[in-house]
C-alpha cells in the first residue's frame, strides 16, 4: 500500500509540467509543501511495519529530494527566461533587427578640428567669440576706414532691434571706444573679430586661434556661399617678426598637407595688418600643372595674414611701440575643398546624406 504510492507519487514528481509559475506554484504546494503529499506520506510513516520502517523512510527521503531538485532547477530556469523576456509577450521574435543608423562627422567639423590640433601643438589655445557683432569689434577697431566698401549693406548683413533701429550696445564694453551714437550690429563677415577681442581682454603675450562661422551677402553659387567658416590666428608678444609668420604657416600647411607642399605668399592689403600677404599652396587637385579650380595657376589660395597693424594695437590699448605680433585668417571649407577634393561649396549645406556618408563614421 504504502509502496504503491510512493511508486505512483514518484511517477508523478518526475513527469509534472514545471513551464510557467503557476505550475511551478502548484508543484510546490501539492508536493513540498506542510499540507502535501510527501508531508501526508511521512505521516503515514507510523503505520509502516517496524521492520520496514527504515528502508520506507528512506524512499521517503530521497523523494523528498528529488521533488527539491526538481522544483529549483525549474525554477531558476524560469527566473533566467524572466530576465531576458520583453515587456510585451506578443513580441515578435522573428522580425529582422533594426540596424544602428550610425553617424559621420562632417567634413567640416573634420578639417576644424585638425586645424587646430595642429595650431594647438606649437602652443595656439582656442578662443571663440559672438556671431552677431558690433561694428567695432567687425570694422572700425580693424582699422576700416568710416567709407570701406565692405561696410556697405551690398557686403555685410546687417541685424535690426525689433523696434525697427539697428541694435544698440548697451551691454557692451566697446562702447569706451565709441561716441554715445549707438552702433550698428551685424553678422560678422570674418573672424578677425575674435582677435579684436583677446587682445582687448587678455593679458600678454597672446597666442590663439579662433574658428567660427561667417557671414556675408553673397549669391549662393558652387564658388561662393552666404555663410562659411574660418579659422583665426593671432600672435602677439615682444619682438615678433614677419619670419614667425612665415614660419608657422610653413609648419601649418606642411602639417596639414605634406612636406612636397609649395607655399607662396603674396603681397597684398587688409587694412588691420601692415604688411599683408595672401598665402598660395601648390594646388592640390593637379599638383600644381594648371587646372580649372586653380585657373590653370597651378596655385590656390587659402588665407590672408599679416603683422597686426599698429592703430589695431592701439585700438585694443596694447602698446606698439612695445609689441608687435602676426595674424592670418583661413577658410575651412576652401582647405576642405582641397584635401577631399570637393567642387561644390552647396554640399557642405545641403546634408545629402549620399556626400555626408562620405566621411569618417562616429
Ligand atoms: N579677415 C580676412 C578675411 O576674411 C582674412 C585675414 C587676413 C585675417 C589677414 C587676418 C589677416 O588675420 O591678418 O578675408
Given at each position: 500500500m504504502m509502496q504503491e504510492s510512493i511508486a505512483a507519487l514518484t511517477a508523478e514528481i518526475t513527469t509534472a509540467e514545471l513551464n510557467n509559475p503557476a505550475e511551478l506554484d502548484a508543484f510546490r504546494i501539492s508536493y513540498l509543501g506542510r499540507k502535501g503529499r510527501l508531508a501526508d506520506l511521512f505521516d503515514q510513516l507510523k503505520t509502516v511495519p517496524?521492520?520496514?520502517?527504515?528502508?520506507?523512510?528512506?524512499?521517503?527521503?530521497?523523494?523528498?529530494?528529488?521533488?527539491?531538485?526538481?522544483?529549483?532547477?525549474?525554477?531558476?530556469?524560469?527566473?533566467?527566461?524572466?530576465?531576458?523576456?520583453?515587456?510585451?509577450?506578443d513580441f515578435d521574435y522573428t522580425l529582422p533587427p533594426?540596424?544602428?543608423?550610425?553617424?559621420?562627422?562632417?567634413?567640416?567639423?573634420?578639417?576644424?578640428?585638425?586645424?587646430?590640433?595642429?595650431?594647438?601643438?606649437?602652443?595656439?589655445?582656442?578662443?571663440?567669440?559672438?556671431?552677431?557683432?558690433?561694428?567695432?569689434?567687425?570694422?572700425?577697431?580693424?582699422?576700416?576706414?568710416?567709407?570701406?566698401?565692405?561696410?556697405?549693406?551690398?557686403?555685410?548683413?546687417?541685424?535690426e532691434s525689433r523696434t525697427g533701429g539697428m541694435v544698440d550696445s548697451a551691454d557692451d564694453n566697446s562702447q569706451t571706444h565709441q561716441s554715445t551714437n549707438p552702433q550698428p550690429h551685424l553678422l560678422r563677415t570674418h573672424t578677425s573679430t575674435v582677435q579684436v577681442r583677446v587682445m582687448e581682454t587678455e593679458p600678454l603675450p597672446i597666442r590663439r586661434v579662433m574658428p567660427g562661422r561667417v557671414f556675408r551677402n553673397e549669391a549662393i553659387s558652387a564658388r561662393a556661399h552666404m555663410m562659411f567658416h574660418q579659422v583665426e590666428g593671432i600672435f602677439?608678444?615682444?619682438?615678433?617678426?614677419?619670419?614667425?609668420?612665415?614660419?608657422?604657416?610653413?609648419?601649418?600647411?606642411?602639417?596639414?598637407?605634406?612636406?612636397?607642399?609649395?607655399?607662396?605668399?603674396?603681397?597684398?592689403?587688409?587694412?588691420?595688418?601692415?604688411?599683408?600677404a595672401e598665402i598660395d599652396i601648390t594646388c592640390l587637385i593637379c599638383k600644381g600643372a594648371g587646372c580649372n579650380i586653380c585657373k590653370y595657376s597651378g596655385w590656390v589660395e587659402i588665407g590672408g595674414c599679416g603683422m597686426v597693424d599698429p592703430a589695431v594695437l592701439e585700438n585694443a590699448?596694447?602698446?606698439?611701440?612695445?609689441?608687435?605680433?602676426?595674424?592670418?585668417?583661413?577658410?575651412?571649407?576652401?582647405?576642405?575643398?582641397?584635401?577631399?577634393?570637393?567642387?561644390?561649396?552647396?554640399?557642405?549645406?545641403?546634408?545629402?546624406?549620399?556626400?555626408?556618408?562620405?566621411?569618417?563614421?562616429?
Open positions: 517496524a521492520e520496514d520502517k527504515r528502508a520506507v523512510g528512506q524512499q521517503l527521503n530521497a523523494l523528498k529530494q528529488q521533488a527539491q531538485a526538481r522544483f529549483d532547477e525549474a525554477q531558476q530556469a524560469a527566473e533566467a527566461t524572466a530576465d531576458n523576456a520583453p515587456a510585451n509577450p533594426v540596424p544602428n543608423a550610425l553617424g559621420t562627422r562632417h567634413p567640416l567639423s573634420l578639417v576644424r578640428e585638425e586645424m587646430l590640433r595642429i595650431f594647438g601643438r606649437i602652443g595656439f589655445a582656442v578662443a571663440e567669440g559672438p556671431e552677431i557683432e558690433d561694428d567695432w569689434h567687425n570694422f572700425t577697431a580693424l582699422n576700416f576706414p568710416e567709407n570701406h566698401p565692405a561696410r556697405d549693406m551690398q557686403d555685410t548683413f546687417f541685424v602677439i608678444d615682444e619682438g615678433v617678426s614677419f619670419a614667425d609668420l612665415k614660419q608657422t604657416v610653413y609648419y601649418f600647411v606642411q602639417e596639414l598637407f605634406g612636406a612636397d607642399i609649395n607655399i607662396r605668399f603674396r603681397p597684398s592689403f587688409f587694412p588691420f595688418t601692415e604688411p599683408s590699448k596694447i602698446d606698439p611701440e612695445k609689441y608687435s605680433g602676426y595674424a592670418w585668417g583661413m577658410g575651412i571649407e576652401r582647405i576642405a575643398m582641397l584635401k577631399y577634393q570637393i567642387k561644390d561649396l552647396r554640399l557642405f549645406t545641403e546634408n545629402d546624406m549620399r556626400f555626408l556618408r562620405q566621411f569618417e563614421a562616429l
